[in-house]
């Protein structure tokens, strides 16, 4: 049911998204929000205010979905420009995730619940790390590619060593790519 109105949410505090009709039609910001039929997205959308950071599967996208939608979004990504992403091969639910807390991405490192439990976000996923060269000590050899095979072999010696499964590097881009089962402490 389209009213003619535009409702305006925010995303962090800045970034304004729009949306045609509340969802569901009894929604009201004078009601409890802790059901479908009373759903108000602010509320339960994921929070991302940290920069260089993205969501495929866009904030303004997800504030479309319902509260039931939101309980298990398919290919969830959090990435951070020239450095990395994580993407859920399994669905996560990302209601009300405080993505700033909860997913920190760094030159060579990923940290979900860097503070404590994996909840919402403790699920299979597809991490790439971008940037990943091997240092070069010296002059430069005249055997590149031996040197790259080392350095892919050290990656997968990494992924054994760490129950992660190794999906692929390249040398001339950097990424460096693998899977994880979850982000649970062991």
């Not at 729009?18 to 509320?43: F, G, I």
């Not at 020239?82 to 859920?88: F, L």
């Not at 000590?137 to 760490?162: M, P, V």
């Amino acid at each position: 049911m389209n009213d003619g109105k535009k409702y305006v949410g925010r995303i962090s505090g800045s970034e304004e998204f729009r949306w045609a009709h509340p969802r569901p039609s009894t929604w009201s910001k004078k009601q409890v929000l802790d059901s479908d039929e009373q759903y108000m997205p602010d509320k339960y959308l994921p929070l991302l205010s940290k920069d260089g950071f993205y969501t495929e599967r866009a904030l303004q996208e997800l504030a479309s979905r319902d509260m039931t939608e939101l309980q298990m979004v398919e290919d969830f990504t959090v990435g951070r420009h020239g450095v990395g992403k994580i993407r859920w091969i399994q669905p996560v639910d990302v209601r009300g995730l405080d993505l700033d807390l909860a997913v920190d991405i760094q030159q060579g490192e990923v940290a979900v619940y860097p503070e404590g439990d994996a909840g919402q976000l403790d699920a299979a996923a597809e991490v790439t790390l971008e940037n990943m060269f091997r240092k070069k000590k010296g002059s430069i050899s005249s055997d590149e590619q031996k040197l790259e095979k080392k350095y892919e072999k050290k990656l997968r010696a990494f992924c054994t060593k760490n129950g992660l499964h190794f999906m692929d590097y390249n040398p001339k881009t950097g990424h460096w790519i693998f899977e994880v089962t979850g982000f649970a402490p062991n």
